[in-house]
């Protein structure tokens, strides 16, 4: 079983060991490129940049897969959520065009390395369908169907979908895709590494200085480079990205069918946010895979209860059998509708960033080594500027790009908190945790199922907002920017690069609480 960013066990995670290194990357190295993060935008960078004649260290905070791509669902789509509506009225045809080409070139690109890798990971061609329940959302699926065929996806009206349930008017999409996202990635780690690339996990980076060359400080030592990619889903420090990109949260599960008929298709509702199904097979079982519910990170949800939503929804059309996976996860939704992809805004000449994907990153993260591969070999791509992050236009009074590690103070830990003054903390059931006041201060209190209490200072370590307690997944999120925090502060999801400060607590064995 691989780690990933939450309590919850994805479908890709329980059928897969974490990914082993067989390179190996000694401080002070210089390397041409070093991508930061082994999600699908990192490894897929780093092997088209090795095959260029880069020579390349990928470096993991955890390990591969940790991040959303061990959390997604891994739709393979041209029809991107954003809509070619919104393209073409944020842009222009000319560009909603070249997304559409783009990102049926994304998926090519996947097809080709199953077939040269021989990567077994169920990848198979599909068709999506997109159904409408009423007046209204047939308006916006008429609307998003004539800007999609403008762009120049097949698509054509359908009166029939794979799913039982009924709908008003509905669509049919050709040249789409489903494969599992953890086997293709490590199979593509794997051929990252036979053409000559090094992968170091366990090892986060932690201060990024100069411009060509680079010096990339991390966990275990220093390495230099001429180029650096952040492949973090999110750029960590203080940038103008985080401004332009919402931090989301959206949940999934993996049933098991009782007619043992499952759909072939991938099919989506118009709601907002929408739900959709998807059936996949991983080792000869079949699975129906349900998502949606997403809301914007940290907001005032009872995360368990989206869950339960999703599961009821389920019911209401097929015959459960047995829910044999529950997990959620977070993805960046960006301003205008396009990811982010090039030169990070006031890092320099040599320092990128591929961020902004929406529920679209499997794709867009593949776009994003074509993309990043073509600055950083100087070469000719009609999409090289199709994404760059500088049409983010400066903020008045905000400071342009603090280095990674700017902000960076040595770790606090707080003052000995006396249990017997915290009578909050004994109102918390097992389980269950709270933002409490106690002199002035606020604290974030989990209590495990120990009765152990994890104590740790709320205010997020990146821009200063409070994190809220997301019960499912047992992390404090930020609904500012979208850090995570694991029950006792330690970073899960960037952009923060600090933990939360943790806050010692007396123990009191007549509350059960300890020191943590
Ligand atoms: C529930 C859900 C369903 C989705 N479904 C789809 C879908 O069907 N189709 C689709 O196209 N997209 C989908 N998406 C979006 C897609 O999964 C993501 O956009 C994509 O996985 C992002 O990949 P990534 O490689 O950029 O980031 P990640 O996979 O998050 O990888 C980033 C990596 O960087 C590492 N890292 C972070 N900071 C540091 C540091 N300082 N030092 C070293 N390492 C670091 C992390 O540990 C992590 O492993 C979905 C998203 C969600 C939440």
């Keep these: 079983m691989i780690r990933r960013d939450g309590q919850m066990t994805s479908l890709w995670q329980s059928v897969a060991d974490a990914y082993q290194p067989v390179s190996e990357a000694i401080p002070g190295q210089a390397y041409d490129v070093i991508v930061v993060g082994a999600g699908i935008t990192g490894i897929t960078t780093a092997l088209s940049l090795q095959e260029a004649g880069k020579k ?14 061990g959390g997604t669902t891994a739709h393979l789509n041209t029809y991107v959520d954003s809509t070619y509506t919104t393209i073409e009225k944020n842009f222009d045809l000319e560009t909603a065009q070249l997304v ?17 890798f ?56 050709g040249g789409q895709a489903q494969f599992n996202p953890i086997r293709y990635l490590f199979s593509i780690a794997k051929a990252y590494e036979d053409a000559g690339g090094t992968i170091i996990q366990g090892c986060r980076v932690e201060n990024v200085s100069g411009d060509g060359p680079v010096t ?57 946010p929408y739900n959709y199904y998807r059936s996949q097979v991983i080792d000869g079982e079949d699975w129906l895979i349900v ?13 368990e209860a989206c869950f339960v939503d999703l599961e009821s929804m389920v019911r209401r059309y097929y015959d459960v059998k047995e829910v044999g996976y529950k997990w959620s996860s977070q993805y960046f939704e960006s301003s205008d509708g396009l ?23 499997m794709v867009y993260g593949t776009v994003a080594a074509r993309v990043l591969k073509a600055l950083i070999t100087d070469s000719e791509e009609e999409i090289s500027t199709l994404f760059t992050p500088s049409r983010v236009k400066p903020v008045a009074g905000f400071t342009n790009f603090l280095s990674h590690n700017a902000h960076v103070a040595k770790s606090l830990v707080e003052g000995l908190f006396s249990a017997d003054k915290m009578d909050e903390l004994a109102a918390l059931a097992p389980g269950e945790a709270g933002i409490v006041q106690y002199d002035g201060r606020k604290l974030g209190l ?11 200072n709320p205010t997020c370590t990146h821009m200063k907002c409070n994190v809220n307690w997301n019960a499912a997944e047992q992390s ?3 609904p500012c920017h979208g850090a995570r925090y694991d029950m006792d502060g330690k970073v899960l999801t960037g952009p923060a690069d600090r933990d939360l400060p943790v806050v010692k607590v007396e123990e009191r064995s007549s509350v059960g609480a300890s020191s943590s």
């Design 476 to 478: 404090w999120d930020c």
């Design 216 to 272: 990339v400080e991390t966990s275990v030592g220093k390495f230099t480079c001429n180029d650096l990619i952040y492949a973090t889903h999110i750029p960590p420090g203080i940038n103008l990205l985080h401004l332009r990109c919402a931090p989301w949260r959206s949940y999934a599960i993996a049933v098991k069918l009782g007619s043992g008929q499952y759909p072939q298709g991938l099919v989506y509702d118009m709601k907002d």
């Design 118 to 173: 021989r990567i077994d990971c169920e990848f198979s061609n599909q068709p999506a369908f997109l159904f409408a329940q009423d007046e209204k959302e047939a308006q916006q699926l008429a609307e998003d169907t004539v800007a999609a065929m403008n762009a120049g996806l097949t698509i054509q009206a359908t009166d029939s979908i794979p799913c039982p349930i009924p709908f008003t008017s509905a669509v049919r999409v």
């Design 291 to 303: 998502g949606g519910k997403d809301h914007k990170t940290g907001d005032d949800v009872n995360t």
């Design 100 to 116: 559409a080409k783009a990102t049926a070139g994304a998926i090519a690109m996947i097809r080709h390395n199953v077939e040269r």
């Design 339 to 361: 990811p982010y992809i090039g030169l990070l805004p006031g890092g320099g000449d040599h320092i990128y960033v591929a961020t902004g994907y929406g529920g679209n990153g």
């Design 56 to 69: 390349c260290l990928v470096v993991e905070a955890v390990s591969a897969g940790f991040g959303t791509t």
């Design 446 to 456: 989990f209590k495990d199922e120990q009765g152990k209490i994890h104590a740790v």
